[in-house]
């Protein structure tokens, strides 16, 4: 059984885990919030928002969670009474659909398939038979189902339809995990939080906004106060906040920035895309299933695994936690005790995913399970046959 030496394998789909980098960028004196050095680190990380959300207009960044952010677009744009569609296939979207009921919102949702991505065509039929929906909310990737569903189809139906509504997209899990385009995707406005593929510790709401969305926000008459996109935008622009920033965790998210521009995008998402093949490798060398039943919502950032017949999930978690000290994620909602997601997103390399993967195998039989022996080895097979060219030299790493 593993003691408190060695590190905590933080293997959740968020928190991730933060890199030594991030962590130093951090270990820093404070500076005056309202100085003149400080206005240079928000000018450059506003700047850096811009490239990894593809997001031309302003990104607002609050000290808060990320479903803080759900809360501010909703606020920032629509008035009470407005109707939202919401599209519900996972735990988040549901979590959000009912953030925009408590506002006052009148929602409808659409509720799919958990185990599929999201398809256009009943969100289509909605928005055609009520030109009087104001929003559209959607999540890229359900962290709770490990399934990732297309944005762009929205966007379509949207502008086939000649519709107004404005498109909100939840990207919490894919930023810096999974191609995503704000711009290119025509999405007004997309959320984000910095505990994920940003590989921060949680604290910081992210929100990119269109013209549309800027615009909508003169009349949006939702009662807000800290959220208001209005004030953040005329004290962003002289590189200060409204009120006292999260200091330290911007230091860590211009590093954060910095290090996601050295690998480059495309390297960040491949390795995400490997890690992610190299453990349903492993699922299928094991004989469990996963979660997500169509190979076209494969998710970059997490594996939901369905928990196989005769165990007990919860068991299961908790024995890898105390004999091996690793974190796994539980089922949310619906899924609580059914399944359990394996988090590979983030700082991670090979070696942390085997023995993530490893973890996993000696944990279902721990609690007894009848696995097939083979997974780990196929994971291992996977990421020799696929080191990937373009896979960004060593970084700097802990020297403990
Ligand atoms: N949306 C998605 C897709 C998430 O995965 C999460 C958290 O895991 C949230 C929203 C909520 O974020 P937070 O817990 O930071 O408020």
Known sequence: MSGPSGRHFLQLP?????????????DRALIDHRGPQFADLTRRILADLSWIFDASEHVFVFPSSASGCWEAALVNTLSPGDSVLAYENGFFAAGWSDVAERLGLRVERIQA??????????IRERLASDRGIRAVLIVHNETS???TSPIAPVRAALDDLGHEALLMVDAVSSLGTTAYRHDGWGVDVTICGSQKGLMLPPGLGLCATSRRALDANRDAALPRAYWDWAEMRRCNRDGFFPSTPATSLLYGLAESLRMLREEGLESVFGRHARFAAATRAALDGWGLDNHCVDPAGYSNAATTVVGPEGVDVRRFLDEVLRRFDMSLGGGLGRLRGEVFRIGHLGDLNDLTLLGTLAGVEMGMRAVGADLRSGGVEAAMSHLLATTPAGMAPAKERSTT
Do not use: E, F, I, K
């Not at 968020?14 to 951090?26: E, I, K, S």
């Not at 398939?113 to 999201?118: F, I, K, N, Q, V």
């Open 14 to 26: 968020g928190p991730t885990n933060v890199p030594d980098r991030v962590l130093r960028a951090m």
């Open 113 to 122: 398939d958990w185990r599929r991505p999201a398809v256009a065509s009943p």
């Open 145 to 147: 189902t490990g399934v």
